[in-house]
């Protein structure tokens, strides 16, 4: 659609779950036999692949979205050009998507290097990350435009991101540990979907729910896009 | 297929647009033509609606009435054809802080779809146009405004286009800068690209632009070429001193011949006999004489005198 330019930083965000998995996997996972019927290195491994896609993604639809879209006028330029306030959009998802997908493949990579995904299944969870990345690009985008002010984006991260990172069954299985009720409650949660289907992957154990999941994904993400898409067009075209 | 555009369509053609914003009126019924090849300049105050006209020229805003033609194609149906034909320097530089001019011109040329080979013959061509050389490795953060602006420039130029589209293209320069500028909008007229300007400068106008529309209120409240609304809407001699009320009183009296306009303690004075009225000024003053300014009136007495603009900011 359009070359992006932009150099990012993208090293911090990638050791983030890599520092996760070292020290609680390797570290508190010592103390632990197992969990869920593996090493709980390896319990963690396909969840920090979904957070690694979540935070990539995540970062470019909050920060760098709303920069581009309040503060250096971007888009403006863009508009000057033959391109449509859709094509801004589809612009943004895409390049969310691919740093998502850098990311948790980068991530996927470490977790094969430590022995933690078997092969060749969990090739599979692969496909899972740019789903992730779509997932919660639009979540954030939908999120930048709903707000007037940056510093709101510590409400998103502290009280929505990392209690979804805490909760959403990477570190321990939600079905050992919470009753049917709220088990049904924690479907809502988005990255429960990627997680499942990441772990299901890496252990070749596919499950019925997997459809759900994916349907969560596609459907969540189409939702909120199309919701942004009159808002980023309405937007730019004031 | 259409029939082939005659040479003397108007490049751009607005009729009866509007704009509204919630309650506010930010374009009302403007009618706008400019012909192919000329410089043409939008005038007006801060707010006069100048840069909403140009969004609805290239097409990102829509008018709430009216028709947008521009290369004689209707704006709201085909934005995209109308954009691949024109480029437009926002008020803003708008540029990637950390990547060189080359590496700016080369983005902006991909959302035009440019490829190499052409796209890097393009830069280097324009790179050249603006003198640009000399600073083509430097990151534009450390630009001075200057470059900057030519990098703008540049970029609206890498799709080639029929018209050229500038807001505000030299505010906060310094003069050389802006004599540069000039005389590369004047070069690219020469070569038969027609040029939009916002301005509101008026001596930026008045030797750049052939034709101009002064708009206040979003409204267009004249249109011509610069000497004729000049001779159009004031007197040839302007006559500027400073003076009390009083003494405004005592030398006018009734006479409401010639057009004043009072900011604070200086008077301007619209007339056909500065001489005679310098003269009387002496007379009144005796042995002690004050400064006069005595200038043949310009644009900006224009902009003033129909704009209804009061230099001291009251309403």
């Known amino acids: 659609m359009y070359g992006r330019t932009w150099k990012s930083n993208l090293l911090p965000h990638f050791f983030e779950p890599v520092f996760y998995l070292t020290a609680i996997g390797i570290g508190v996972g010592s103390y632990i036999t197992e969990m869920g019927g593996m090493s709980y290195a390896a319990f963690l491994a396909p969840g920090l692949v979904c957070v690694a896609a979540m935070n990539g993604a995540s970062f470019e639809a909050t920060y760098n979205f709303f920069v581009r879209l309040n503060f250096e ?31 948790g493949g ?12 078997p092969l060749p299944q969990s090739i599979l969870a692969l496909a899972v990350v740019p789903l992730a990345g779509l997932l919660f690009a639009a979540m954030g ?8 002010r940056i510093d709101l984006f510590s409400f998103y991260f502290t009280l929505f991101l990392t209690p979804l990172f805490l909760f959403s069954g990477v570190f321990f299985p939600l079905e050992e540990r919470l009753s049917r009720g709220w088990l049904l409650v924690a479907e809502i949660l988005p990255l429960v979907h990627p997680v499942r289907l ?18 969560y994904l596609v459907g969540g993400s189409a939702a909120l896009l199309l919701w942004s898409r009159r808002v980023v067009a309405r937007r730019l075209t004031q | 297929m259409p029939p082939p555009e ?6 751009i053609s607005l009729q009866g647009v509007s704009k509204r914003f919630g309650t506010r009126d930010a374009v009302k019924d403007l009618d706008l033509e400019v012909p192919s090849g000329v410089c043409y300049g939008l005038l007006g105050p801060n707010g006069a609606g100048k840069t ?16 947008v033609r521009v290369f004689g194609i209707d704006v709201c149906r085909e934005p995209r054809a109308v954009r691949a034909r024109l480029g437009v320097t926002l008020q803003e530089n708008v540029q990637i802080e950390s990547l060189d001019a080359a590496a700016n011109l080369k983005v902006f040329g991909r959302y035009h779809l440019i490829r190499e080979p052409e796209l890097s013959r393009r830069v280097e061509a324009l790179i050249d146009l603006l003198e640009l050389r000399s600073h083509e490795d430097v990151p534009v953060v450390a630009l001075s405004g200057g470059y900057r602006r030519r990098l703008a420039i540049a970029m609206s130029l890498m799709n080639e286009p029929e018209l050229l589209v500038l807001d505000e293209p030299t505010t906060g320069l310094d003069p050389a800068v802006r004599l540069a500028l000039w005389s590369r909008v004047r070069e690219l007229r ?9 301005t509101h400068y008026m001596d930026e106008a008045e030797r750049l632009c052939d034709r101009v529309t002064i708009m206040s209120g979003g409204r267009a409240v004249s249109e011509g070429a610069p000497r004729e609304l000049v001779a159009r809407h004031v007197a040839p001699e302007v006559v500027e001193f400073n003076c009390s ?28 006999g500065a001489t005679r009225l310098a003269e009387r000024i002496r007379a009144h003053d005796g042995g002690d004489q004050r400064s006069l300014v005595i200038r043949p009136s310009n644009l900006e007495d224009v902009f003033l005198a129909t704009t209804g603009a009061r230099l001291e900011g009251a309403p």
């Open chain 1, 198 to 215: 990441a772990r299901a992957a890496f252990q070749a154990d596919p499950s019925p729910t997997a459809i759900w999941d994916v349907a």
């Open chain 2, 6 to 11: 005659p040479s003397n369509r108007p490049v």
């Open chain 2, 52 to 67: 909403t006209t140009l969004r609805m020229i290239y097409g990102v805003t829509r008018p709430s009435a009216g028709r």
């Open chain 1, 73 to 103: 006028k971007a888009y403006d330029a863009m508009l000057t050009a033959p391109l449509e306030p859709d094509d801004v959009l589809v612009g943004e998802i895409l390049w969310a998507v691919t740093r998502a997908t850098i990311y």
């Open chain 2, 245 to 272: 009320p009083e003494e405004e009183r005592i030398l006018f009296g009734d006479d409401d011949s010639a057009r004043r306009l009072r900011a604070g303690p200086r008077l301007v004075v619209y007339t056909r």
């Open chain 1, 141 to 148: 985008i939908t999120f930048s435009l709903q707000i007037e």
């Open chain 1, 106 to 117: 980068a991530f996927y990579a470490v977790t094969a290097l430590f022995g933690l995904a």
């Open chain 2, 190 to 198: 020469a070569g038969g690209t027609s040029v939009l300007i916002t």
